[in-house]
């Protein structure tokens, strides 16, 4: 859940909106404009439209603030994070890897929830300080139902709910596996996940259930569905885990396919290259690693202009190129590829370019893994 439109930065972060932030945004707009109208029947509808939206916005900034929370606590523990994406279910603050310890996953968990705590007790004093029946009352008021609400979801013990990651960081701590401790706290997540699905169905199908609307019942069973993929996918992570075990960069060494002069034109590499079946090449320039050309770096270039542009132009430039040497685990690079979006990575020592791991190389390993049991 990540991508969309770049909207800015905070603390070196780039945050997204997802395409589904839109519709959410749209449906809590006009969810809240309906409201105001209710409380405030003399106001004109252009008036209740933008305290609607202003309202909204409050309220995906108190989720923004969330995952700064749990950003600034990552940073602290040496975990980059790569991008907070606001999407319909709310923020997600992408980690470039897991925390190395318990107490790192467990701060980092729990700073969220903090943040969410905070704002309610923040609007709950502001509730206290404005005038009954004003429109400032109401704000406040829907602020600190909504980020209490936020809070306490959060933390329930379902894994990768906070809760959850807050669950298995107390499991890791006491058993020093983190794995046995993520299968536990994401099966919690997938029992909290039919829970939901069983009980918002029921909802949809019947309002006089939970007395809430038959939209409440969908939307919970959605959110239920979401979670069970979010924690089916992390017991999948931890097997995945479990068969790369032990295996290092140096074990999966592939050939380098292909070395290209950094001034041979992009249609020569399209030509050779790619007519061979070779979909990336290391760039040199007199011997010397330079960059790292793929197709995908060829496609974006209009083809009028192939004969005419160094492949140095369009290749990743090589202090920006993803390496790993040889003594990487397996897992690392897996990860790697995952958040970079990479399909190789050179593998280099002492400044000498042994071959590169592939995902092609890499869905073999695994392959043979998982037949040899
Ligand atoms: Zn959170």
Known sequence: MTGGLRIG?????PIYLHPTWFLVFLLISFALA?????RFPDWPDAARYVAGGAISILFF???LLHELGHSVLAQRHHVAVRSITLFVFGGVALMERDPDDARAEFEI???????SAALALVFLAGLRALPE???GAFVAWWLFRINLAVALFNLLPGFPLDG???LR??????????RRATRIAAGVGQALAYGFIAIGALQALDPRWLGVGRADGLWLAFIGWFLLSASGAAIRQVDLDASLEGLRARDLLAPIPARISAAEPVASFAREQVMRGRRWALVEDAGRLVGLITLSDVQRLDPDQWESTPVLRVATPADQMLTATPETPVRDI????????????PIIEHDQVLGAVTRETLVHALELRRLSG
Do not use: K
Request: glycine share 14%; charged share 15%.
């Open 133 to 135: 029946e004003s429109a």
């Open 61 to 63: 900034g108190s989720i």
């Open 164 to 166: 959850g990651r807050v």
């Open 169 to 178: 960081a107390v499991l890791w701590a006491r058993t020093g596996d983190v």
């Open 34 to 38: 309906a409201e105001v109208g209710m």
């Open 109 to 115: 968990a729990i700073a969220g929830p903090i943040v």
């Open 334 to 345: 897996l990860v790697a590829m995952g958040t970079r979006d990479v399909n190789q990575i």
């Open 9 to 13: 930065r905070i603390l070196g972060i």
